[in-house]
């Protein structure tokens, strides 16, 4: 029997730390997910969340995304990594004093990249976990590269990665923007949220995006849509929404309408 396709849900690094203080964990919005996720009883979910302020400015001291140039960068690499697992730690607390019965897969143990795409991906363990009914949650990383000795993963490669390999039925993306805009919202008063949108308009709108400001070693939002795009392609709807709201996660997750943006194929 073939297994039910899955649904990949994205917490932003925004939404669980505070990106403002490095270090700084929103436990609040961690616990409000989880009960979230726990309501909405979803089978077949996979789970992937960012780094914030825990992985990006360790990555960003140390180059990391770059490339292994350094000896001084290995130590970088080690408290990328571990600043990521304690942070993933947090998250897991609060799945598993739930119920929720999760497991975390460490990206690093299990992924090599080439040249900063995915190259290899030992799934076995995660297709198993799975097939038991149990949901497995990975993370932005910091893993090795066979080209540039090691590099940063971010989340949102691997939400695209993964929702294609397990053909997912389809993405929710938790922010902490209403959804997609044509503008940057926190800045410009004036930007405009997507309400839906195809591939020929994300593409158009693509070239319009403005780059954010936070310290971001994955990108900012230009970013999210250029990885998320092989998935769309691939036929997989993509819903971004505000995880900082109320109920938005447990809504997207029930297939409830919800303010946010929808991408899909046509």
Same mark, same amino acid.
């Given at each position: #029997?073939?297994?039910?396709?899955?649904?990949?849900?994205?917490?932003?690094?925004?939404?669980?730390?505070?990106?403002?203080?490095?270090?700084?964990?929103?436990?609040?919005?961690i616990?409000?997910?989880?009960?979230?996720?726990l309501?909405?009883?979803?089978?077949?979910?996979?789970i992937?969340?960012?780094g914030?302020?825990?992985?990006? =400015?360790?990555?960003?001291?140390?180059?990391?995304?770059?490339?292994?140039?350094?000896?001084s960068?290995?130590?970088?690499?080690?408290e990328?990594?571990?600043?990521?697992?304690?942070?993933?730690?947090l998250?897991?607390?609060?799945?598993?004093?739930r119920?929720?019965?999760a %497991?975390?897969?460490?990206?690093?143990?299990?992924?090599?990249?080439?040249?900063?795409?995915?190259a290899?991906?030992?799934?076995?363990?995660?297709?198993?976990?799975?097939?038991?009914?149990?949901i497995p949650?990975?993370?932005?990383?910091?893993?090795?590269d066979?080209?540039?000795?090691?590099?940063?993963?971010?989340?949102?490669?691997l939400?695209?990665?993964?929702?294609?390999?397990?053909?997912?039925?389809n993405?929710?993306?938790?922010?902490d923007?209403?959804?997609?805009?044509?503008?940057?919202?926190?800045t410009?008063?004036?930007?405009?949220?997507?309400?839906?949108?195809?591939?020929?308009e994300?593409?158009?709108?693509?070239?319009?995006?403005?780059?954010?400001?936070?310290?971001?070693?994955?990108g900012? #939002?230009?970013?999210?849509?250029?990885e998320? %795009? =092989?998935? %769309?392609?691939?036929?997989?709807p993509?819903?971004?929404?505000?995880?900082?709201k109320?109920?938005?996660?447990?809504?997207?997750?029930?297939?409830?309408?919800?303010?946010?943006?929808?991408i899909e194929?046509?």
């Amino acid at each position: #029997m073939s297994q039910p396709r899955p649904t990949v849900l994205k917490i932003g690094g925004s939404v669980i730390t505070d990106k403002s203080k490095e270090l700084g964990v929103q436990m609040e919005a961690i616990s409000r997910i989880a009960d979230e996720i726990l309501e909405a009883n979803t089978k077949n979910l996979i789970i992937v969340h960012g780094g914030g302020s825990f992985g990006h =400015p360790v990555a960003q001291r140390h180059a990391i995304k770059e490339g292994f140039k350094d000896e001084s960068q290995i130590i970088g690499f080690a408290e990328t990594h571990h600043v990521m697992t304690v942070l993933n730690g947090l998250f897991m607390d609060a799945l598993i004093w739930r119920g929720i019965p999760a %497991i975390s897969i460490t990206p690093s143990s299990c992924i090599m990249t080439q040249n900063g795409r995915i190259a290899c991906f030992e799934d076995v363990p995660l297709k198993q976990l799975m097939k038991m009914g149990f949901i497995p949650v990975l993370y932005g990383d910091a893993v090795f590269d066979t080209k540039l000795g090691f590099t940063i993963l971010s989340g949102d490669q691997l939400v695209a990665f993964l929702a294609t390999r397990f053909n997912a039925k389809n993405i929710v993306i938790g922010v902490d923007v209403n959804g997609l805009y044509d503008a940057d919202p926190k800045t410009d008063a004036k930007a405009k949220m997507f309400n839906h949108l195809t591939l020929a308009e994300l593409r158009k709108v693509q070239e319009h995006l403005g780059r954010s400001n936070a310290c971001d070693v994955t990108g900012g #939002m230009a970013n999210k849509i250029a990885e998320l %795009i =092989p998935a %769309i392609e691939h036929g997989i709807p993509v819903l971004i929404v505000n995880a900082t709201k109320p109920k938005y996660i447990y809504k997207a997750l029930k297939g409830e309408r919800v303010k946010g943006t929808i991408i899909e194929k046509e």
